[in-house]
């Protein structure tokens, strides 16, 4: 039971809601979900990103080692082919095996190619679904920047009017005793954030409860300024 204005604290009351509502609004601001969600599927790309990488670096490997056999191959071709038609080989029967040579190199050369083009059809699907996932992730990159800088703003927002309302707060307490509000801090933290409550007829706003007749009257003839307690939640209840 202490001496001050009510109106005072009930004002307080209301900034500390307000300032509670803009808190949650900055902890709920719909750029974070956003963020969330574009960072959700971000990770969700990397798996099938990481199998891409390493198909393709797969069929990379085999492709190199099928290029330098074939280079290797149409290398010794060739050479055998210069060598034979030389003129410096004279034997019929070297000569018959140089072409024999010629030949199965020739035959293995076109082989080598013809595995090159298939590694390359095996790549083209995965190229295809790597460019695919490649934008993906590009266009998720762009919008994330977007969306941290429309955070950034909405924050600034909300800061500022927090600042406002804790200035605004500041000025206010400075009216009421120190034991009241350490009173009304404490019913806050325990009840919802409301410490003070509002007699609107015969119920206290704080718990929609109604009070008992014989209450409503003693209240009724406190001297103004007189605090109370609402009986049924235990908030400071203030005649308005
Ligand atoms: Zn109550």
Redesign the pocket.
């Known amino acids: 039971v202490t001496e001050a204005d009510p109106a005072v604290l009930l004002a307080v009351q209301d900034l500390d809601t307000a300032i509670d509502q803009h808190r949650h609004r900055r902890a709920h601001l719909p750029e974070r979900a956003e963020l969330e969600a574009i960072d959700t599927e971000a990770v969700s790309l990397r798996p099938e990103v990481n199998e891409l990488t390493a198909a393709r670096a797969e069929i990379d490997r085999k492709h190199n080692l099928l290029e330098a056999e074939l280079t290797a191959t149409e290398e010794r071709a060739n050479s055998v082919s210069k060598r034979l038609y030389g003129g410096e080989v004279s034997a019929s029967r070297e000569l018959q095996a140089m072409v024999a040579d010629v030949e199965s190199l020739r035959a293995r050369a076109s082989s080598l190619e013809d595995q090159v083009l298939a590694l390359l059809e095996e790549r083209e699907p995965l190229d295809k679904r790597w460019t695919e996932l490649s934008h993906r992730a590009a266009a998720l990159s762009s919008r994330r920047r977007q969306v941290v800088e429309a955070l950034g703003v909405a924050e600034t927002v909300v800061d500022g009017e927090l600042a406002e309302l804790e200035r605004e707060r500041a000025e206010r307490v400075v009216g009421i005793p120190a034991s009241l509000l350490t009173t009304y801090d404490q019913l806050r933290a325990h009840l919802g954030g409301i410490g003070a409550?509002r007699l609107v007829g015969n119920?206290?706003?704080?718990?929609?409860?109604s009070l008992a007749a014989t209450e409503l009257d003693r209240i009724r003839h406190l001297p103004a300024g007189e605090f109370m307690s609402?009986?049924?939640?235990?908030?400071i209840?203030i005649r308005v």
């Open positions: 409550a119920h206290c706003d704080g718990c929609h409860l609402c009986e049924q939640c235990g908030r209840l």
